[in-house]
């Protein structure tokens, strides 16, 4: 965990389990971490807010190819995305990295959260996140409500 800011409280899991509703994907807050993304659910227990609202966006930005992938584009980084990689290569997983980052990231915005932290933790410059959220306004506008 990078900070309190990112601890989940009660409201913050209130507020991530609504988005996850909006989205469309399940959570479980009981499974711990080991296969992030098991085809069904993603593991929240352990996980600090910031980093479900990643793998949220990540499940969101994902076609259905890669959601029966286990662990699809969720985990530490680029490098362990090994059945991805097998289906699209590196340079496509670091795209799809980069859309997930900065919805992610705008999500936390939009829930009040310290999302300027996760900016610099996930080494976005200021410009180039807002670039960046206009680039992939499509996949924002998706998803309304948040």
């Known amino acids: 965990m990078r900070s309190k800011d990112f ?28 296969i992030q993304w098991n085809g069904t659910t993603i593991a929240c227990k352990g996980q600090d807010a910031s980093n479900i609202i ?13 959601r ?16 991805i990689k097998s289906l699209y290569g590196l340079p496509k997983c670091l795209k799809v990295e980069h859309k997930a980052s900065a919805l992610g990231i705008y999500w936390e915005k939009q829930l009040g959260f310290n999302w300027q932290s996760t900016a610099m933790y996930h080494a976005w410059e200021g410009l180039d996140l807002e670039k960046a ?3 992939y306004n499509k996949t924002i506008n998706k998803y309304k409500g948040i």
């Not at 793998?55 to 890669?66: G, N, R, Y």
């Not at 029966?68 to 490098?79: C, I, K, M, N, S």
């Open 7 to 34: 601890k989940v409280t009660p409201e913050l899991k209130r507020k991530i389990n609504r988005l996850a509703k909006i989205v469309g994907v399940k959570l479980n807050w009981y499974r711990g971490c080991g």
């Open 68 to 83: 029966v992938a286990l662990d699809f584009g969720l985990g530490p980084g680029p490098d362990i995305y090994t059945e």
């Open 133 to 135: 959220w206009v680039k």
């Open 54 to 66: 990643h793998d949220i966006a990540h499940f969101a930005v994902a076609t259905k190819k890669e």
